[in-house]
């Protein structure tokens, strides 16, 4: 990656009057900045200009709430100079503007796609959670830009750099460049740029095309579908195809031995599926057969595709399909017969990174179905197509037998396949390494190969029993002597014990769109299913009957693999029954289309007996197969339901939810109602649903996080003075954390690394799949060990091939698990279904435990806080394992800050255990 900083172009600068609650001469003070529009900074973002002595930075101002006490000044600096100070004496949550905020406004501009340099020193003292936030925003229509992020913060100065990609042009007129937190405490910061770079990204993982004619791996198929996978350009949700939809066939070929069949049917056949916005059912009609590797090229030059293509009948349409890395498809369209054919597509690359892929097109074809056979797959330079080669001589893939190579028979391990291919008329010998790397990426196991390979033969290695009863994640790399031109190739494994309970503590927000992804779901632990389908303006488009086809679909599917539904009514109206006012709606949208659509429903009924019939109909039509429902998705503070940007309140809600609540009871009087203001526990409209008496229209209270990548002990003092309110009440009730963050990837598609989503959820990227692992079991702990009963992750999604897949958190392409997923399964089946939580604890000695007693005994999950590492002995009965459940022998062990379990036939072992007894 080369990063290169702009000298000619600059930040655009403009006078401008903005949101801010700036002091009386700011305006004054901004125009009397000199800066020139070739700046690589913010106006002033070194804190050292106060022209008129007030004792503010010129230039900046502060923001937020009324309620919120809080002042900005000019101090010290960290090296001589001068910095900003921004101190907040009193705080008062709840509302989208609480928060104690730095701003600059009508100055910073950003272009989209133009990645940017953030840099600045900063420190902090009594900050909650010790993190800031920095942000570039559009004010008119308010939004993100793609510039900024959360950060932590300490006593002493710390320098922050982040590369940013603008998602977004902000004009700097309507610009705001933000830095803040959510309660008392100090900030200072020095020294804020935002500087204009050049990046040259890289796509992952990429071929070189050096020493090579035919760029593309195991282009005939005799590695067998080793490196191939699936796209279909018709899929434009979220998400794709996420596998290879094709089998190696060895009965028929054109070039060797073995070529790739792939059937295609209109009816019958798979079919991707998205409960949101409006529900998608889609069949698969052209599954486009893609090597997963991106081939580097050079822009403006001539380059051939071509492939051998049959069929079982005549006239069968073909896509022939280039992919740029700038998100550009190029094509031709070709028909094939029933005898071998060779196809080519002669293009000019506009992009230094392409994919390319060829594969049936029933899209817009009247045939039913189809089977096509692909062999002889070529990526050359030039115009025209020269005869067929493989990449090399020998090839090479590793490989193995179970679904998405998650082995689910701990005690016999995993077994890898080495297939070898000479594709020479001479006899050769295949060299290599095959290593494999364990959860902490430490090397454990290890062998050079030398496997003699006759002319024209294929040679299979088999390497059973490893790590045979140690489960955990393992990474397996096969490494070719010819390394550039045969590539390294990786598997990611998991060797797991398969969750067979049918409840559990987690699930997912969104049902993933393959039956094999919520099979492997299962498998973890993963038992629930948040379902968004049940939309009122899905079920009832006009007055009159309902129709609840559609969302049968959606939660069909999920029961029919064997998990559980919790059915979410997102949004309290339809647009034939809305109090919407159309002109606010189109003002606040500024012309998206799906945005005033969903504006529309999130306003509240006009009429509230519809609302009531609404919810009344669904839960008489799902009975007898669904008994939890949610009322209303993150409403008030959010612009999903009832919002308060459109004059809404906490009351408005309430008052929905006991009419909600009652045609529910009505229905079924056992089911699970969840309602809530589905924010974190410690916001004000938390309290105020509270204090609005809302927990009587509850069963379970409901709560969503995305939290920044901190020690998740910090958020245990929020979940237990909560449940002090409720007790004081006399309204304890469980909470169900039903959205929740915690994204890692380890083999990231670009560099620099995109966003995982928007920026809610980018804030919960942890750096590596280790830290999402541990820190996704040790917030767990604490959730579970304070009050939390489930846990739902957002979001079940796939990605696509060679692309953007992180916000589906536990799977990489194909369903192959990251690390995160190893934690979870060993995670779910410790505690199984029901753990009966018996406290968090932080000790003096640096430990933090949460104790649960579960159907196998007593559970303990146990970490030591950062810089400190605790041993202690175990005592009589008490047994322990790592964060991947592999067992740690011996009768003492060493915590640090990767939690381990301690496990004993009842919990007051474990708390001798800890207590050092």
């Known amino acids: 990656m080369t990063i290169r900083q702009h000298t000619s172009m600059g930040l655009g600068l403009s006078p401008g009057s903005g949101v801010c609650r700036f002091a009386a001469a700011l305006a004054l ?13 913010p106006a002033n973002g070194n804190f050292e200009k106060d022209e008129d002595g007030d004792g503010m930075p010129d230039g900046w101002g502060i923001s937020g709430n009324a309620e919120v006490g809080q002042t900005l000044t000019r101090v010290p600096g960290r090296a001589g100079g001068h910095a900003a100070k921004l101190t907040c004496t009193s705080f008062v949550g709840g509302r989208p503007d609480s928060h104690a905020m730095l701003c600059q406004t009508g100055v910073v501009s950003c272009r989209r796609g133009q990645w940017y340099r953030l840099s600045f020193w900063v420190k902090g003292e009594g900050i909650r ?10 004010t008119r229509p308010w939004a993100d830009s793609g510039i900024g992020g959360a950060f932590p913060v300490t006593r002493t100065w710390q320098r922050v750099e982040r590369l940013c990609q603008a998602s977004a042009d902000v004009p700097a007129e309507t610009s705001r460049l933000q830095v803040w937190f959510a309660s008392t405490g100090t900030l200072w910061i020095d020294d804020l740029q935002l500087v204009p770079v050049e990046v040259e990204t890289e796509l992952h993982p990429a071929l070189s095309t050096v020493g090579v004619r035919n760029f593309i791996p195991n282009s005939s198929f005799e590695c067998g579908a080793s490196g191939w996978g699936s796209y279909d350009p018709y899929i434009r949700a979220w998400g794709n195809l996420f596998r290879l939809f094709g089998e190696v066939d060895r ?6 031995s073995a070529s790739l069949r792939v059937r295609v049917r209109k009816k019958g056949g798979p079919k991707f599926y998205f409960d949101y916005f409006n529900p998608v059912q889609q069949a698969v009609t052209c599954p486009v057969a893609v090597p997963r590797w991106w081939v580097r090229v050079q822009p403006g030059g001539r380059y051939v595709f071509s492939v051998w293509v049959r069929a079982d009948r005549p006239k069968v349409p073909v896509l022939l399909l280039v992919h740029a890395g700038n998100g550009r498809h190029s094509s031709r369209r070709v028909e094939v017969a029933r005898e071998w054919s060779r196809q080519t597509f002669s293009f000019t690359a506009r992009d230094p990174f392409i994919w390319v892929g060829a594969g049936p097109d029933l899209h817009d074809s009247d045939l039913p179905e189809v089977t096509l056979w692909l062999d002889a797959v070529q990526l050359e330079a030039g115009a025209t197509a020269g005869v067929y080669t493989p990449r090399t001589a020998v090839e090479s893939a590793l490989s193995t037998s179970v679904p998405s190579n998650v082995f689910t028979l701990p005690d016999k391990g995993l077994t890898l396949s080495l297939d070898v291919v000479n594709h020479s008329d001479r006899d050769r010998e295949a060299r290599g390494r095959l290593r494999i790397l364990d959860f902490q990426d430490r090397e454990a196991f290890r062998r050079e190969l030398r496997i003699p390979v006759a002319a024209g033969q294929r040679v299979t290695r088999v390497f059973s029993g490893l790590f045979a009863g140690r489960p955990g994640y393992y990474r397996a790399k096969w490494q070719p002597a010819e390394t550039p031109r045969t590539p390294e190739i990786e598997l990611r494994c998991a060797v797991i014990p398969p969750y067979t309970a049918v409840d559990s503590p987690f699930g997912m927000n969104h049902a993933y769109p393959w039956s094999f992804m919520l099979d492997l779901a299962k498998q973890a632990g993963l038992t629930w299913m948040r379902d968004w389908s049940v939309k009122w303006h899905t079920v009832q488009p006009g007055p009159g009957p309902f129709d609840f086809s559609a969302p049968d679909v959606q939660i069909g599917r999920v029961l029919d693999r064997g998990l559980n539904v919790l059915v979410l009514f997102p949004f309290p109206a339809t647009p034939w029954n809305t109090q919407a006012d159309e002109e606010k709606i189109r003002k606040a949208a500024a012309g998206k289309k799906y945005l005033m659509e969903r504006y529309r429903v999130a306003c509240a009924p006009k009429d509230r007996k519809g609302f009531s019939a609404y919810i009344d109909a669904t839960a008489a039509h799902y009975g007898k197969r669904v008994d939890t429902y949610e009322i209303l998705n993150e409403p008030v503070y959010t612009t999903y339901a009832v919002p308060r940007r459109f004059g809404y309140t906490v009351a408005d809600y309430v008052d929905l939810l006991e009419a909600a609540y009652t045609a529910v009871k009505r229905r079924q009087p056992a089911a699970t109602v969840i309602g809530g203001i589905a924010s974190w526990v410690e916001g004000k409209s938390v309290r105020d649903f509270i204090e609005a008496d809302g927990l009587r229209w509850v069963d379970v209270m409901n709560a969503h996080q995305y939290p920044n990548t901190i020690p998740p002990e910090v958020f245990a ?3 237990q003075e909560t449940l002090d309110t409720m007790r004081q009440r006399g309204q304890v009730r469980p909470i169900w954390v039903t959205e929740f963050g915690c994204y890692a990837d380890d083999d990231p598609w670009r560099t620099p690394r995109s966003t995982i989503g928007d920026a809610t959820m980018s804030r919960s990227n942890w750096a590596t799949e280790r830290d999402a692992s541990e820190a996704l079991v040790k917030t767990a702990a604490v959730y579970l060990g304070c009050g939390v009963r489930k846990i739902f992750f957002h979001a079940g999604t796939s990605g696509v091939i060679n692309g953007k897949a992180g916000s589906g958190i536990f799977f990489e ?13 060993v995670l779910a089946g410790k505690l199984g279904p029901d753990p009966e939580p018996l406290g968090f604890q932080r000790r003096p000695s640096g430990l933090r435990s949460s104790v649960f007693r579960t159907r196998s005994g007593g559970l303990a999950i146990v970490w030591s806080a950062a810089g400190r590492r605790r041993r202690f002995s175990l005592g009589p009965g008490v047994l322990a394992a790592d964060v991947m459940g592999v067992p740690l022998n011996g009768h003492e062990v060493a915590c640090g800050t990767s939690p381990i379990y301690l496990m004993a036939r009842d919990t007051a072992s474990i708390a001798r255990a800890l207590a050092g007894k």
């Not at 009397?32 to 900074?41: D, N």
């Not at 959670?129 to 559009?138: E, K």
């Open 29 to 41: 003070a901004v125009l009397a900045l000199t800066v020139s529009a070739s700046t690589s900074s």
């Open 129 to 138: 959670h010790g993190m800031v936030q920095v942000a570039l925003r559009n």
């Open 251 to 256: 009965s028929v070929a054109r070039d060797g």
């Open 717 to 719: 003092k929020d979940l």
């Open 813 to 825: 392409y194909g369903g192959a698990p990251r690390k995160m997923y190893a934690a979870l399964a």
